[in-house]
């Protein structure tokens, strides 16, 4: 298995920018998807973005546009830029890895997008 620790999160105001950054604990060469979701107060976690082993991107629509994910191999890190920030953005986000047909989960990091 592989664990996941995320960081980057925290207060911002709308209009504003995070980027959050997701560590990995082994050779991202060897894992397939990685990603994104997050989860809002009274709503269902949703995908946010994800990035496959040949770098083809998958965005939500709410988020297309203002949100690039990419990955770096050689420091093993899948990261989110996010840009043009919501109110409706605020969430945890949670990073996972697909490795051996197995979705591996971070711990997750607030974002709270707030005036």
């Known amino acids: 298995q592989v664990q996941l620790v995320e960081s980057g999160g925290g207060l911002v105001q709308p209009g504003g920018s995070l980027r959050l950054s997701c560590a990995v604990s082994?050779?991202?060469?060897?894992?397939?998807?990685m990603g994104w979701y997050r989860q809002a107060p009274g709503k269902d976690r949703e995908l946010v973005a994800a990035?496959?082993?040949?770098?083809?991107?998958n965005y939500a629509g709410s988020v297309k546009g203002r949100f690039t994910i990419t990955r770096d191999n050689a420091k093993n890190t899948v990261y989110l830029q996010m840009n043009s920030l919501k109110l409706d953005d605020t969430a945890v986000y949670y990073c996972?890895?697909?490795?051996?047909?197995?979705?591996?989960w971070g711990q997750g990091t607030q974002v709270t997008v707030s005036s």
């Open positions: 990035i496959s082993s040949g770098s083809t991107t």
């Open positions: 996972f890895a697909d490795y051996n047909y197995v979705r591996n």
């Open positions: 082994r050779s991202i060469f060897s894992i397939n998807d």
